[in-house]
Structure formats: structure tokens, C-alpha cells
């Protein structure tokens, strides 16, 4: 029930008349009971009346022409005292699941779950009675509640609180908080890959350390869910001035317009003007208000501000249709006791997002079937899920419009009131998003009143980033207006990625046994395993052969025998007898100690034997090796053969030179090594990925619709006093927080951290990419001889040099 009333004295008769004994009220009649009379005793469901006060009353009966002069009957005082030539406005809400009701008053609640006697509403009753003066109603309203179920804060000495359920306000979505671990790594070598560790893992403990924690997000401390709060730094304060007048504009729609008496009665709250102007209403004010408001009145006798409240609201009513799903209230207060309700000011139904098209045109949806004409008709879009977040509103001075190009439209929804006769606007930031919190958008909304309506503009990202925590707020001196929000984004920390370094290991013979011999010649290298005629005498004496001498028949071979070492089969000890036979020797080789025909070896590797270039070095994956048979012809002494240009007959073999080839080849290429840590010289890697949280603020363009250029950003958020729990950003109190702005970066984006910057020798080094191969993409294309290593210096490798450090970006030099 909604309606307006006043009474207006029909002379200046100063004569008293008894409280009661006149005035005027509404009634509603309780639904009648069988057989009662619907006249005479009925039963009133709710009463109303002005007099010398406004009072309320549920649930008595009597006479009609008796009860309404009786104070005993309508006897709850809502407003001790009353005036005349005055419009009340007065809203009952019914709660007929409870049997309770509430009454407001000027739109200030007045009585809050007061009992109802009664099952329903069957009629409606105006009476006026006692001559005192006109009763006028207007504006009846008896029907649904469209008010969504929207309160106001009430203030106790524990602080406000509300009495309806706020909407929970959610910090960052579950799947944002995800620390992992890299996927497990393990490096394998020679070592690793033995018998022995392929069962229970060589006895050691696998996992035996914490594992790398490639993505740390800190989303885990941020705000939690939790109802939305009341916070001091959400109010939006007016006082004189432009401010001032803003609200006498807003109350004088009410006033007796047909004698120019208009009653503002000061800012919003119910007072009354003593003889000195002041506030002359209750007035309740503790130290505990002051502190959580910041207000710095320190008696009634100064004129307080006026605080107003916007806050988010979810119609409680699951069934309600998409229009009353919610939207944003208003309250305003002067006195942080009485608190005045505006309503929904801005309505879900109006959002809209930056990236999806709005559904069509629903007609119905508004209780009304029907559409008229192609241009107009009855029907709503719906909010479909959308709703508003914190929302925060300032005051723009809009005086001086040389600023605003004159085809933009300025921030006033009501062409009653210019920009230049009203020099202010109220804008509105909120946050918005669905249903499932994928959105985290910011969005805007203005009117040219701060009671609203609201009218939405557009939503946004305002720097790219989303974000689910954001305010406004001025400088103390409101020379600039700033928009501040938190967001989470990812820095990515790099280093040049790690390099296993090569484990030295033995030559190993085709069948997988340890050539010492070959590992010993490869690794350090010995000149007498490179001298190819190392036993020249042995083998012009054939002693590198096994032991066969043979007595050959002259005339019949057939008869051929050979001669055992140390026997003889001729006279005087020849080997065979004469002159039939003649001796051939074929070999003279002979072990003594094990009474065998064996050939003396030569120490010489020859690299051309199959086995000896059968095992490659592959200790880590970055080894990459050619066989060793190529390696011995990647030589700085040039290409020869292995015997040096010598014939194995050649008489001056005794006086030859004997060269040292250590340092003129490469057949040392399994040079002995210590194995170092892993080298980070390779391309550039993200080792760890942190989400963390920053603070952006951004100067806001004069008529605060729209962020500027101007923007700082800082890793961090707002705490408690204590610094153990984030809060939100709209808990800064705007008078008592300057920001330092500089508005010195024009992008949020955070670069990645390089060890480089802070490590200069931390930095890839591009010949690693090569620093193990011993070729590039065919043998010997890295010889000494070759154009590559000629020119570009690409040559030989050999693992002990590359292991050591860079040197203008060379290894192994």
C-alpha cells in the first residue's frame, strides 16, 4: 500500500482541539468473516491517520462513525508530531507469510514487523473527521510489491547492519587458485640407465624432494565469500553548495505548489526546522558511529552532511520475473540514525555486457500481454543473470562544460535541469557479471539526481584486466577523481633453460665390455697406441705372426709337413732334411709362457677397425657424437693415413720421427672431465609463472564516465590494520586517503622477469645449441680442414674444452 496524504487547515484559528478529536485516515478492511457485517464493527486490517501525528493500528473494529475520532484505536505513533500543509508519504509493506507489516514514512521506515491482525483485504476506506481542515489523498497504490524487498541500513550501537540478506560477494573464482608442479623430470646417463638401478631404483629414494612449483598463485589469501559490507568509503557525502541545492530540487516535487510554501525541511531524514534552522529531530550519535562513518560532527547545533548509500540487491523472491530479479538501492542519511529509502534506483534489467547481444524483446514479462503499435508497447529484456557489485557513486562538476565536446552526452537523464543550471552530475561505477562470474567487468551509469534514477551507460575492462574489487574516490582538494580496482595477472619469471653436462664414461667394445686400453688412448691420449709400425722389427721378422714353419717338398708338395718350434728334421739340427726339403717360414710368433703359436700385437688403435669405433659417447641428450674413426681424421695436421706414408718394409723405419698427435687431431675425443651442474645457457625459458595480485588506479576524464590515459599500477592490494586479510577497495575513506597519482604508465601489461636484468652473465648463449656436437648434419663437417671451422670457427669438439664457460660467446676456445 502506497499513498499520500496531507491536510490542509481551512483557517489560521489558533483554537486548540484535543489530539484525536480530528484528522483524516486510510483504511483497509480486513476480508470479512461469514455472516459479519461489512459496515458496522468490521475489522480493519491496517489504519493510517494524520493528525497532530501520523499513527498506525492493525486489527480493531467499531463503529465508523466513533472509532476514527477515538485515539484508542489508531494509537502507534509513527511521527509524534505532525504538521499541516504538508504531503506524507506513507508505504505499508505486507508480509502475509509472517502476519507482519512495516511502515514508512517520507520513505524512512518507521515501524518494522509489526503484528497484523488480519487474513486479507477486502476494501478501502478514506475518511476525514473533527473540521479542522481539507484531507487530501493521492497516488493510491494497493497491489504487488515491486519494491523487491529492499531495505535500508538501521544503525545500532554495534554499527549498521542490515535486515535483509545482502548478496554474497565473491572474491576470485576456485579454478583461479591453482598452484601446480611441473611434470617430474629425470635426467638420465650412462649411470642411470645400468642394470643395477633398473631394479628398486639402484636403492635410492625416488621423490625424496619437493617437487618445482612452476605456477604460484597467491588467489588463495584474497577476499573470501562473504555478505556485502557497509563500508564508510562507499558512501558518497554531500554538503552546501551545489550538493545542497541538488537535494532541495529533489524534495520540492512535494510541496504545496498552489501557495509556493515550500517545506523542505533541510537534506533527506525526518527533522524538523526549529527557530534557528538547525536539525531539531532525534538525534542519536555515539563515538563507535563516527568512527566507522569518519563523521566529524562534534554536536547537533552544526549542520551535518548528507551520506547516501548505493548497495547491490538480489530480490529475494525466486519467482520473481526477470525485471525484479534486483538492481541497485539507495539510502541516504544525516544523521546516521534515520535512514531514508530511494529504492531500486538502477535495475538489473538494464545491463547489459560489452560482448553478447541482448535477447529479444519479451513481451509478458512486465505482467502485460499485449504490445501496441510497432514503436511502443509493454515488455522488458530481463537482466538475464546480470547484476552489479559494489557499486560507488561521485559527484561531477560539470560547471564548466569547455571540456566536454558537444556531441557527447553529458552524465543528466532529466532535460528539466541544464548542466549549466545544475553544474553537477552523479555517476556511478560498479562492477558487473553473470550468473557464473565469468564477466568481472566494470561498468558506469549517471543521473542528474543522486536518488536517481540511474541511467546505464556501457561496461567495460577499463585497462584490459578483469576485476571483481573497484572504487572511486576523489582528492581531498577534488581537483581529481580516480578510479582504482584489483586484479590478479601473471608474471612470468625467465632464465635461459638449464644444460646437462656431459658425464665422462669408458669405451666400450662392441660386445659391452670396458676397453681400457681405447678409453685411456681417447681419453688422455698415449703417443705409442698412435704409432702404426710400433713394432716394425717383429714384423720384418714375421714374429707379429703365430708360429708355422714348413718343410716343403721339392718334388712332391703333397709331402709338406710343418716344423714345431724348437725341433728339427735335417742333419746338424736344420729344420728339415737336405736337399729334398727347403724351409718356408710363414710366422714366428710364439708365447712362451703359454706354449702357444701367437702373433705379437701391435698397441696400435687403428681407427679403422669396426670396433673400435663402435661405441659414441651419449651420456646426456645434448651429446652428439660421431664415430671415432672420423673424429681421428678431424686433425689440424691435415688428412693422412694411419701409417704415415710409410711401407711396412721401408729400411729407415728405425730412424724415423715419432710424432706426438694430441694436439694436432682429434683422436682424443673422449677426453677425461669433471661433470658440472646443469649450465643455464639455453633459449630462454619461463621457469615459475606467479599470479599475483595488483592495485591500478586511473584518473578518471572530468565528467567521470571514462578512464584517461593517465594510469599507475603497483603489486598489492588494501589490508586490515593488522595485515592479515585483504579487504575491499570501497573500504577507503575518500577524505582521509590521498593517492600519490603520477600517472606515469600507459599499460597494466607487467613484462617478464629476466635474470639477465639483474645478472648480466645469466643469458643464453646461442653456440650451446652446438656445444656437444661433434658434428652438424654429416661427419666430419666440423673437421679442422673444413670451410666451417676455417671461417667460422665452428671446429672439432672435444667434451673436457666445452665444458668450460663461454668466451665471447665461444665454447671451447
Not at 547545533?301 to 529475494?316: I, L, M, R, S, V
Not at 656445444?771 to 663437417?781: A, G, L, M, T, V
Request: with cysteine.
Amino acid at each position: 500500500l502506497s499513498f499520500f496524504l496531507r491536510i490542509d487547515a481551512i483557517s489560521s484559528s489558533s483554537t486548540r482541539q484535543a489530539s484525536g478529536s480530528w484528522g483524516a485516515a486510510l483504511l483497509l478492511y480486513d476480508i470479512p468473516t461469514e455472516g459479519s457485517l461489512q459496515d458496522k464493527n468490521a475489522t480493519v486490517a491496517i489504519g493510517i491517520a494524520l493528525s497532530d501525528a501520523v499513527r498506525h493500528a492493525s486489527g480493531f473494529s467499531g463503529d465508523l462513525q466513533q472509532h476514527l475520532g477515538a485515539s484508542k484505536y489508531i494509537r502507534n505513533t509513527l511521527i509524534s508530531t505532525a504538521r499541516e500543509r504538508r504531503w506524507y508519504k506513507i508505504d505499508v509493506l505486507f508480509d502475509w507469510s509472517r502476519r507482519v507489516y512495516d511502515v514508512m514514512v517520507d520513505d524512512i521506515l518507521r515501524t518494522d514487523d509489526s503484528i497484523l491482525r488480519a487474513d486479507g483485504v477486502s476494501r478501502l476506506g478514506l475518511y476525514a473527521w473533527g473540521g479542522r481542515g481539507e484531507a487530501s489523498f493521492d497516488e493510491i497504490y494497493l497491489g504487488p510489491d515491486h519494491t523487491m524487498g529492499f531495505r535500508c541500513p538501521r544503525t545500532t550501537r554495534s554499527g549498521v547492519e542490515t535486515e535483509i540478506t545482502r548478496p554474497l560477494r565473491r572474491g576470485w573464482a576456485d579454478q583461479d587458485s591453482r598452484s601446480s608442479y611441473a611434470a617430474l623430470s629425470k635426467h638420465h646417463n650412462h649411470i642411470s640407465r645400468r642394470e643395477v638401478y633398473a631394479h628398486n631404483n639402484g636403492g635410492l629414494k625416488p621423490f625424496d624432494g619437493e617437487g618445482h612449483l612452476s605456477y604460484r598463485s597467491e588467489v588463495d589469501a584474497d577476499l573470501k565469500e562473504l555478505p556485502a559490507q557497509i563500508n564508510a568509503g562507499g558512501l558518497l557525502r554531500l554538503r552546501d553548495g551545489s550538493a545542497a541545492s541538488e537535494l532541495v530540487r529533489m524534495r520540492a516535487v512535494t510541496a504545496d505548489s498552489r501557495t509556493n510554501a515550500y517545506e523542505v525541511r533541510g537534506l533527506p531524514g525526518d527533522i524538523e526546522d526549529d527557530s534557528k534552522g538547525h536539525l531539531a529531530s532525534e538525534f542519536y550519535y555515539d563515538e563507535s558511529i563516527r568512527r566507522l562513518f569518519g563523521h566529524n560532527q562534534k554536536s547537533r547545533k552544526q549542520d551535518a552532511a548528507t551520506y547516501f548509500w548505493y548497495g547491490e540487491h538480489d530480490n529475494p523472491d525466486e519467482n520473481a520475473p526477470l525485471w525484479l530479479k534486483g538492481g541497485i538501492g539507495a539510502c541516504a542519511t544525516d544523521d546516521m540514525v534515520h535512514w531514508r529509502s530511494y529504492g531500486i534506483v538502477l535495475h538489473y534489467a538494464n545491463l547489459t555486457d560489452m560482448v553478447h547481444a541482448r535477447d529479444a524483446w519479451l513481451p509478458g514479462c512486465d505482467g502485460y500481454s499485449t504490445r501496441f503499435g510497432s514503436e511502443r508497447g509493454y515488455g522488458c529484456i530481463g537482466a538475464q543473470g546480470l547484476h552489479a557489485i559494489r557499486p560507488r557513486v561521485l559527484l561531477a562538476d560539470l560547471g564548466n562544460t569547455e571540456h566536454v565536446n558537444s556531441t557527447v552526452e553529458l552524465p543528466f537523464i532529466n532535460d528539466h535541469y541544464s548542466a549549466q543550471e545544475s553544474g553537477h552530475g552523479f555517476v556511478m561505477w560498479m562492477g558487473l557479471d553473470d550468473k557464473n562470474y565469468s564477466l568481472a567487468l566494470a561498468a558506469v551509469a549517471s543521473s542528474a539526481h543522486a536518488s536517481g534514477p540511474f541511467s546505464f551507460r556501457r561496461s567495460m575492462y577499463p585497462d584490459g584486466n578483469a576485476t571483481r574489487d573497484q572504487a572511486v574516490w576523489s582528492t581531498s582538494n577534488r581537483d581529481l577523481s580516480l578510479l582504482g580496482r584489483s586484479y590478479y595477472a601473471d608474471i612470468e619469471y625467465v632464465l635461459p633453460s638449464a644444460q646437462m653436462q656431459p658425464v665422462w664414461q669408458h669405451v666400450l667394445s662392441a660386445s659391452g665390455e670396458i676397453d681400457f686400453g681405447l678409453s685411456y688412448h681417447r681419453g688422455i691420449y698415449m703417443r705409442d697406441y698412435d704409432d702404426y709400425h710400433d713394432i716394425y722389427l717383429q714384423r720384418w721378422r714375421l714374429e707379429d705372426k703365430p708360429w708355422l714353419v714348413l718343410c716343403v717338398n721339392r718334388y712332391n708338395h703333397m709331402d709338406n709337413f710343418s716344423v714345431p718350434r724348437g725341433e728339427s728334421f735335417g742333419e746338424d739340427g736344420a729344420a728339415c732334411p737336405d736337399p729334398d726339403y727347403y724351409k718356408l717360414i710363414l710366422g714366428q710368433g710364439y708365447s712362451s709362457e703359454q706354449g702357444l703359436a701367437l702373433g705379437i700385437n701391435s698397441r696400435f688403435k687403428d681407427p679403422n677397425l669396426a670396433n673400435n669405433s663402435h661405441w659414441l659417447a651419449s651420456s646426456v641428450p645434448d651429446v652428439k657424437a660421431q664415430p671415432w674413426t672420423n673424429n681421428y681424421l678431424d686433425g689440424a695436421c691435415g688428412r693422412g693415413s694411419v701409417d704415415g706414408g710409410w711401407d711396412l718394409n721401408d729400411p729407415d723405419l728405425p730412424d724415423r720421427t715419432i710424432t706426438d698427435r694430441s694436439n694436432c687431431s682429434n683422436i682424443r675425443d673422449n677426453p677425461v672431465h669433471e661433470t658440472n651442474v646443469d649450465d643455464l645457457v639455453g633459449t630462454l625459458k619461463i621457469v615459475e609463472t606467479r599470479r599475483v595480485k595488483f592495485l591500478a588506479v586511473s584518473s578518471l576524464t572530468p565528467d567521470l564516465l571514462d578512464t584517461s590515459a593517465a594510469l599507475d599500477f603497483l603489486e598489492g592490494g588494501l589490508e586490515d590494520r593488522i595485515g592479515t586479510s585483504p579487504i575491499e577497495l570501497d573500504a577507503l575513506l575518500s577524505e582521509n586517503f590521498d593517492w600519490n597519482f603520477r600517472g606515469t604508465s600507459m599499460s597494466t601489461f607487467k613484462s617478464p622477469v629476466i635474470a639477465e636484468e639483474t645478472f648480466p652473465d645469466l643469458k643464453p648463449v646461442p653456440a650451446s645449441v652446438a656445444r656437444y656436437h661433434q658434428y652438424n648434419s654429416r661427419y666430419n663437417d666440423r673437421a679442422y680442414h673444413s670451410l666451417g671451422c676455417v671461417f667460422d670457427g665452428d671446429c672439432p669438439v672435444n667434451f673436457l674444452d666445452q665444458t668450460a664457460p663461454a668466451v665471447n660467446g665461444r665454447y671451447g676456445h
